[in-house]
């Protein structure tokens, strides 16, 4: 079945880059859409931009230009470098599967913390 | 962007009732692009319901979703102990995908 693994380093200091990556297993990352997903602690989920292997890629405009995503084949998997960092930024962070038939996230991964300090 | 205003923000019930959560959009939503996902303690957000009411595979018949427009709505017929988690409700009908601030359902 479909799985989904980030990895990453768990803290990074401010100013600097947070670079994460998915591996996904059991479908080719040349199919569908993958998306990275952060939760804040105690906090609601927040829509990070979405990835296809052709290149075409969507982000939300709340994090002003900061993240970029891309996709390595070779790999089968997919990455999030977000820029300039702040303890804002603190966060679990999701990547997840998009179904373009349903218009939904049908598989996510567990999670990785995300932590910004100095 | 639409935003999503979930209410109420936290739902005590016992076991056996019935749970009406509401998601209202600040602009009308395509149905087929309103999901609900529940989300227990330490772990992923699961998909329950896409298209505003179809359910995901493997998701129990008490958990139904309503609505359309502007106002959609998860119901959940009779609660059982595993159900109590929060809900989250999510749109793309346009960009930025965005994400109801979510409803508790916590044990009565």
């Known amino acids: 079945q479909v799985q989904l693994q980030e990895s990453g380093p768990g803290l990074v200091k401010p100013s600097e880059t947070l670079s994460l990556t998915c591996t996904v297993s059991?479908?080719?990352?040349?199919?569908?859409?993958w998306n990275w997903i952060r939760q804040p602690p105690g906090e609601g989920l927040e829509w990070i931009g979405y990835?296809?292997?052709?290149?075409?890629?969507d982000y939300n405009p709340s994090l002003m230009s900061r993240a970029t995503l891309s996709v390595d084949t070779s790999k089968n998997q997919f990455s999030l470098n977000l820029r300039s960092v702040t303890a804002a930024d603190t966060a679990i962070y999701y990547c997840?599967?998009?179904?373009?038939?349903?218009?939904?996230?049908?598989?996510w991964g567990q999670g990785t913390m995300g932590a910004v300090s100095s | 962007e639409i935003v999503l205003t979930q209410s109420p923000g936290t739902l005590s019930l016992s076991p056996g009732e019935r749970a009406t959560l509401s998601c209202r959009a600040s602009?009308?939503?395509?149905?087929?692009?309103l999901a609900w996902y529940q989300q227990k303690p330490g772990q992923a957000p699961r998909l329950l319901i896409h298209s505003a009411s179809s359910r995901a595979t493997g998701i129990p018949d008490r958990f139904g979703g309503s609505g359309s427009g502007t106002d959609f709505t998860l119901t959940i017929s009779r609660v059982e102990p595993e159900d109590f988690a929060v809900y989250y409700c999510?749109?793309?009908?346009?960009?930025?995908?965005?994400f109801g601030g979510g409803t508790k359902v916590e044990i009565k």
């Open positions: 999510q749109q793309f009908g346009g960009s930025p995908l965005t």
């Open positions: 602009q009308s939503v395509s149905s087929s692009s």
């Open positions: 059991g479908v080719s990352i040349t199919s569908y859409f």
């Open positions: 990835i296809h292997y052709s290149g075409s890629s």
């Open positions: 997840a599967k998009w179904d373009e038939a349903r218009r939904a996230f049908d598989i």
